[in-house]
Structure formats: structure tokens, C-alpha cells
């Protein structure tokens, strides 16, 4: 069985370039490209935070900790 890879570099080189064009044009391929690309960078980023939390460069702050800092902040103005 063939792959689509080899289908295609039997092609003609116009056809080729038609198909690339094509390609290029697609708005539904982008989309989905752009999330794939998308979707590693944040699997990285949360591999990175998952670390440093676990090597104690991080460390999590509950929302009522956020809200009384913020409050503090706001009083010492």
C-alpha cells in the first residue's frame, strides 16, 4: 500500500504546485495546524510549571491568599 507522500511525489511538478497552493490556501488545515502548534507549546508549558513546582522554584497561591495580598496592596496605598 501506498503512502499519500509517494502518491504525490509521482505527480507532475505542476500538479504538485497546484496541490501546494491549495494547500496553502485552506483555511481548515491552518486552523488545525496552528492549534496542533498550539496545543505542544501549552503541554510544554505546563510540563515546565509541573517541574519547577516540584523542584520548589514555585509555589501555588489559593484565590482568598491572592485576594487578602491584593487587599493589603490596595490598604498601604
Do not use: C, H, W
Not at 501506498?2 to 496541490?19: G, T
Not at 483555511?27 to 496552528?34: D, G, M
Not at 515546565?48 to 490596595?74: C, H, P, V, Y
Amino acid at each position: 500500500m501506498n503512502s499519500i507522500v509517494d502518491d504525490v511525489k509521482k505527480l507532475p511538478l505542476s500538479e504538485r504546485a497546484d496541490l501546494l497552493l491549495a494547500l496553502q490556501n485552506d483555511t481548515e488545515i491552518s486552523e488545525y495546524l496552528q492549534a496542533t502548534e498550539a496545543d505542544k507549546i501549552l503541554f510544554s508549558e505546563i510540563a515546565r510549571r509541573d517541574a519547577a513546582f516540584k523542584n520548589g522554584e514555585m509555589q501555588l497561591t489559593t484565590i482568598d491568599d491572592l485576594k487578602s495580598r491584593l487587599q493589603n496592596r490596595r490598604d498601604a496605598l
